[in-house]
């Protein structure tokens, strides 16, 4: 359980600065977020 509380910390703290340096709210982080999600599937299934 330690380990997994420590990948969620280190998340976390990884998508502020994500989020502080990008200069985005929280709204546009999950839109970027979604988008980015679109466009991978898209190319794993043009891929395969």
Do not use: A, N, P
Not at 6 to 17: C, M, P, V, Y
Request: aromatic share 16%; net charge positive.
């Amino acid at each position: 359980m330690k380990l997994i509380k420590r990948i969620i910390k280190g998340h976390k703290i990884l998508i502020k600065w994500y989020q502080e340096k990008l200069k985005l709210s929280d709204y546009q982080l999950l839109w970027l977020v979604f988008f980015k999600g679109v466009i991978i599937t898209i190319i794993f299934y043009k891929l395969l």
